[in-house]
């Protein structure tokens, strides 16, 4: 999908630009050719060398250099690439382009150029969190520039927080999106006022159901509510009011949330139906699809007379119900798709059938080790298309996701 395809990234002056070497490297892995800017201050943190050693080209640097001028304009330079990608872009680089500035080489560039530009932030989490940045974010937002992260974690100053730079292969993603014309990029953390879900209610199932044969036995399956349980967390901790419907786990309830606890699918339904109306539904549990038609209620005994069969019916399909309400159907309808094979296109049959407005597919094939595992690697299907996100913690997951549904539920409302 990258093969022929020309970025030209500009690398900013951060401690992240040592990513940047890599996610070289990925791009150019993947086919792409990769023509580098820098800023000044980058070339504290990687030189020159390196990039041009690992790009296989020149490095760009100065505005006013005449050799480059006479080889390559910098207007030209801007628009011979099929995208522009800034990593790390830093404060002072962001809010130089959300002014309009055009002081160096790379300021220069990501103004002159008509392609699209995708930034992936890294800055201190108080810089990023300022609310200068957060102006400049949201400017750069409606001016159409993409984002990808940043995420959170450990800064190379030693505080914790939302600032880190997505990993590379999170940017080649996102450039893979990008390229494929796609807007849908996750939107920055801080560049949401805190609780971008405050005011808003939200409705998660997660977990197995457990259907009963008789007083001891019962059907169930391998899913252990890791990721719906980080989705219902991470909802709270946007600031939603957040209901959390769980099948039998073994996972404790999270902080800052109601958990319903339930056993069956039937169960699960009457609870998601309770705990309407809701602006988002999403449905993650693992629901048996099929029930015991007559569950007994004496223990089933070896001695007696044995069921060689077991009959069952279907269960109520408790996503395609809360989805095809006609009176207060939640603003959006979140499903799952757990596939061994042909994953997209099951997703995406699943996404018209059950009539959602956006299912998260993933590959739960056993050596995936998804089920009952801590990471994920999944699929946003919707009807406009379908965007790929690189392996990451189910608690990651949760979050982006409910970024993206906070984003989504904004530009509806
Ligand atoms: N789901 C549900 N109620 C059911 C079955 C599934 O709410 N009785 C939801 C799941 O929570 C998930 C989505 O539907 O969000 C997909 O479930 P899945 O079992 O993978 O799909 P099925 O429709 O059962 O299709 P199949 O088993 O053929 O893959």
């Not at 990513?19 to 580098?36: C, P, Y």
């Not at 209901?243 to 169960?267: F, R, W």
């Given at each position: 999908?990258?093969?022929?395809?020309?970025?030209?990234?500009?690398?900013?002056?951060g401690?992240?630009?040592?990513?940047?070497?890599?996610?070289?490297?990925?791009?150019?892995?993947?086919?792409?050719?990769?023509?580098?800017?820098?800023?000044?201050?980058?070339?504290?943190?990687?030189?020159?060398?390196?990039?041009?050693?690992?790009?296989?080209?020149?490095?760009?640097?100065?505005l006013?250099s005449?050799?480059?001028?006479?080889?390559?304009?910098?207007i030209?330079?801007?628009?011979?690439?099929?995208?522009?990608?800034?990593?790390?872009?830093?404060?002072?680089?962001?809010?130089?382009?959300?002014?309009?500035?055009?002081?160096?080489?790379?300021?220069?560039?990501?103004l002159?150029?008509?392609?699209?530009?995708?930034?992936?932030?890294?800055?201190?989490?108080?810089?990023?969190?300022?609310?200068?940045?957060?102006?400049?974010?949201?400017?750069?937002?409606?001016?159409?520039?993409?984002?990808?992260?940043?995420?959170?974690?450990?800064?190379?100053?030693?505080?914790?927080?939302?600032?880190?730079?997505?990993?590379?292969?999170?940017?080649?993603?996102?450039?893979?999106?990008?390229?494929?014309?796609?807007?849908?990029?996750?939107?920055?953390?801080?560049?949401?006022?805190?609780?971008?879900?405050?005011?808003?209610?939200?409705?998660?199932?997660?977990?197995?159901?457990?259907?009963?044969?008789?007083?001891?036995?019962?059907?169930?399956?391998?899913?252990?509510?890791?990721?719906?349980?980080?989705?219902?967390?991470?909802?709270?901790?946007?600031?939603?009011d957040?209901?959390?419907?769980?099948?039998?786990?073994?996972?404790?309830?999270?902080?800052?949330?109601?958990?319903?606890?339930?056993?069956?699918?039937?169960?699960?339904?009457?609870?998601?139906e309770?705990?309407?109306?809701?602006?988002?539904?999403?449905?993650?549990?693992?629901?048996?699809?099929?029930?015991?038609?007559?569950?007994?209620?004496e223990?089933?005994?070896?001695?007696?007379?044995?069921?060689?069969?077991?009959?069952?019916?279907?269960?109520?399909?408790?996503?395609?119900?809360?989805?095809?309400r006609?009176?207060?159907?939640?603003?959006?309808?979140?499903?799952?798709?757990?596939?061994?094979?042909?994953?997209?296109?099951?997703?995406?049959?699943?996404?018209?059938?059950?009539?959602?407005?956006?299912?998260?597919?993933?590959?739960?094939?056993?050596?995936?080790?998804?089920?009952?595992?801590?990471?994920?690697?999944?699929?946003?299907?919707?009807p406009?298309?379908?965007?790929?996100?690189?392996?990451?913690?189910?608690?990651?997951?949760?979050?982006?996701?409910?970024?993206?549904?906070?984003?989504?539920?904004?530009?509806?409302?």
């Open positions: 999908m990258l093969a022929g395809k020309r970025i030209l990234l500009v690398i900013g002056g401690i992240a630009a040592y990513k940047s070497l890599d996610l070289i490297r990925r791009l150019r892995e993947r086919g792409a050719s990769v023509r580098v800017a820098m800023t000044n201050a980058a070339k504290q943190f990687v030189t020159p060398l390196s990039v041009a050693s690992l790009s296989g080209d020149k490095v760009y640097d100065e006013f005449l050799t480059d001028e006479a080889e390559m304009g910098h030209e330079l801007s628009r011979d690439a099929d995208l522009v990608v800034v990593a790390p872009a830093t404060a002072n680089l962001l809010a130089r382009m959300a002014q309009g500035l055009a002081d160096d080489l790379a300021s220069t560039l990501l002159a150029t008509d392609k699209r530009t995708l930034v992936a932030p890294a800055m201190n989490l108080r810089m990023w969190l300022h609310p200068a940045t957060r102006r400049n974010v949201e400017q750069l937002q409606r001016d159409g520039i993409l984002f990808v992260g940043p995420s959170d974690g450990a800064m190379a100053c030693g505080e914790f927080g939302p600032g880190r730079m997505s990993e590379p292969l999170e940017i080649v993603a996102a450039v893979e999106t990008a390229l494929a014309g796609e807007t849908l990029l996750p939107l920055p953390k801080g560049a949401m006022t805190s609780g971008s879900l405050s005011g808003r209610r939200v409705i998660v199932t997660s977990g197995p159901t457990h259907e009963p044969i008789d007083p001891v036995r019962y059907i169930a399956n391998r899913s252990s509510g890791r990721q719906g349980h980080a989705i219902a967390a991470a909802a709270a901790e946007a600031g939603a957040v209901v959390l419907i769980s099948g039998p786990v073994e996972i404790a309830d999270p902080k800052g949330l109601t958990t319903v606890h339930v056993e069956t699918a039937e169960q699960m339904l009457a609870a998601a309770k705990a309407l109306p809701a602006d988002i539904f999403i449905a993650a549990a693992a629901v048996a699809d099929w029930r015991v038609a007559e569950a007994r209620s223990k089933i005994k070896k001695s007696g007379p044995t069921p060689t069969v077991l009959s069952m019916i279907e269960n109520p399909d408790i996503l395609a119900t809360i989805s095809m006609k009176a207060g159907r939640p603003g959006l309808v979140v499903g799952f798709a757990a596939e061994t094979e042909k994953v997209i296109g099951h997703a995406q049959e699943k996404l018209a059938r059950k009539g959602c407005d956006l299912i998260v597919a993933n590959d739960v094939s056993p050596e995936k080790g998804v089920m009952g595992g801590t990471s994920n690697t999944v699929h946003l299907v919707t406009r298309g379908v965007e790929s996100w690189p392996e990451m913690s189910k608690s990651d997951v949760g979050r982006k996701l409910i970024e993206r549904l906070a984003t989504l539920l904004e530009r509806q409302s």
